[in-house]
């Protein structure tokens, strides 16, 4: 069914894409992450502090620290997410897809234009 209409899986997709992102990586959603992973502090070969976020280390905090730790794991679950809300909740699902795959679309151009500005 979406994969007849190329149109529905390239916004899914796109969507996803942006999904992903905002879970993974965007500051927005560091207080969602936070909760999940600790940081680790060292020191660099160059001598400088280095902190890193790392999964817990067990139980549910580390199995949701683990797949937000990866992008991969991540997008699976955004994509069946958006897919399961646009088949069934079309109204909804249609709305919050094309939001996102608006939002990745800039999110896409900005950083074309920003590496050919070099900014």
Excluded at 7 to 17: D, E, P, T, Y
Excluded at 32 to 61: H, M, N, S
């Amino acid at each position: 069914m979406i994969a007849e209409n190329g149109w529905v899986l390239a916004l899914i997709g796109l969507a996803a894409f942006r999904v992903t992102r905002l879970l993974v990586y965007d500051k927005i959603f560091e207080f969602l992450r936070a909760p999940f992973f600790d940081e680790v502090t060292e020191i660099g070969e160059d001598g400088k502090e280095e902190t890193y976020l790392v999964p817990k280390k067990a139980g549910w905090k580390h199995v949701f620290g683990e797949l937000l730790n990866c992008y991969w794991c991540t997008g699976v679950w955004a994509s069946l997410f958006l897919t399961l809300l646009y088949l069934f909740w079309p109204f909804w699902g249609e709305l919050i897809v094309l939001v996102f795959a608006v939002s990745a679309v800039a999110a896409i151009i900005e950083t074309v234009v920003q590496t050919f500005l070099g900014d």
